[in-house]
Nanobody, 124 residues
């Protein structure tokens, strides 16, 4: 069983930055791929970013790749999402997830465990 707990969301103005954290706890921590997804109001859950076990390979969705950075600290069992120059369209619930395959890192069905989500609201 893997438990994921996100934190770091909040209400900010456009142009601000936030860093989301996801603490991962498990009896046996084997997470080939970790990802961030988000779900805006009235929208489907969408891929944001993913990284492999070592954090040496990352995949960031095209529309945010110039502003968002994903990283992980395995010593702290924590995944991060640094979000800069936030825009109102970034508003939504952000989820971290633990997945099986790097090849399918953008697919929600690749992920077996999900956190409860953290709300990010960006005002204009």
């Amino acid at each position: 069983q893997v438990e994921l707990v996100e934190s770091g969301g909040g209400l900010v103005q456009a142009g601000a930055s936030l860093r989301l954290s996801c603490l991962v706890s498990a009896r046996t921590l084997v997470t080939p791929v970790m990802g961030w997804f988000r779900q805006g109001p009235g929208k489907e859950r969408e891929f944001v970013a993913a990284c492999n076990w070592f954090g040496s390979a990352t995949h960031v969705e095209e529309s945010v790749k110039d502003r968002f950075t994903i990283s992980r600290d395995n010593a702290k069992n924590t995944l991060y999402l640094q979000m800069n120059s936030l825009k109102p369209e970034d508003t939504g619930v952000y989820y971290c997830a633990s997945g099986r395959s790097w090849t399918n890192s953008h697919r929600t069905d690749n992920y077996d465990y999900w956190g409860q989500g953290t709300q990010v609201t960006v005002s204009s």
